[in-house]
């Protein structure tokens, strides 16, 4: 079994999602995310974090088959993606919510919901009353279009289609960002609440609030895994705060 402290390797155990020597980018000849290895297991969640442009976004857009990887292998829920088109990963249980253009702006809040749940695949998972009573502030907003909305709660709405789609792992870009603080501390709770069924990749820029909610810390430099430790450990901040002697 690896170890899972050390550099460049995280621990597959009995993982949701694995993911194994991912290679991804936007150029074969400039790759952004090099030989990335990580796992997610049921009830966890676990904060992949770094400083900007690490390649974070990048490689959880390779990780949700929103780009093809150049290299490396993707498995969700036991279901080999690797190549796979971005539909047949949200079918096959991969919940995924972009640090950008998360929503359809021009459709309303329920249909976002509907956009979402045809990924379900006939998966059992929450309805909308299930989504609403985790966000009641959008119980008001379903006729809405998505696109006049806050960016509070866009990023709810963009977490409440992942839901509709009943998928076996969620991936998070960024979901606090443009949120108050209040606000934060609400939808990491509500996140902290759906980790028993469904496990969740973080990234975030509030390292705190993430690690304060987080099983485990991945931490990546230069679009490669650094560091795979327990959330308290001081060279998560350390590492991120530039001294990268770890
Ligand atoms: N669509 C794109 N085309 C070309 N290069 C890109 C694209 N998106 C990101 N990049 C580049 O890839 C590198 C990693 O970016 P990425 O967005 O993955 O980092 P990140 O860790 O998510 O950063 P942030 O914390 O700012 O969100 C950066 O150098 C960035 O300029
Ligand atoms: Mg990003």
Redesign the pocket.
């Known amino acids: 079994m690896p170890d899972a402290s050390a550099p460049g390797t995280d621990n597959p155990g009995a993982a949701l999602l694995c993911v194994e020597g991912l290679c991804a ?2 150029s074969a000849r400039a790759p ?1 995310v090099h030989d990335l290895s990580l796992a997610l297991r049921a009830g966890e969640i676990v904060a992949l974090l ?10 959880m857009k390779a990780m949700a088959c929103a780009i093809a990887p150049f290299a490396g292998r993707i498995v969700c829920a036991g279901t080999d993606l690797t190549g796979a088109p971005s539909w047949v990963a949200a079918r096959a249980g991969m919940g995924y919510v972009p ?1 950008r253009d998360n929503v359809f702006a021009q459709l309303t809040v329920q249909e976002n919901f509907a956009v979402g749940a045809r990924a379900r695949n006939g998966r059992d998972g929450p309805d909308t009353d299930a989504v609403l009573a985790l966000f009641p502030d959008l119980k008001p907003r379903l006729a809405s279009r998505a696109g006049v909305l806050s960016g509070g709660m866009r990023q709810m709405v963009a977490i409440g289609r992942a839901l509709l789609g009943a998928p076996r792992v969620l991936l998070l ?2 979901p606090s960002a443009g949120l108050s603080p209040l606000l934060v501390g609400r939808l990491f709770a509500r996140l902290t609440s759906l980790r028993q069924h469904l496990p969740i990749l973080l ?1 975030e ?1 509030n390292v705190r609030a993430a690690l304060a909610i987080a099983d485990r810390a991945l931490v ?1 430099v230069e ?1 490669r895994l650094h560091l795979a430790t327990e959330p308290d450990d001081p060279a998560v901040t350390a590492v991120l705060a530039g001294g990268l002697a770890v």
């Open positions: 980018g936007y952004i770094g400083t900007n442009g690490a390649g974070k976004s990048t490689a640090q870009d960024e990234v820029q990546m679009g």
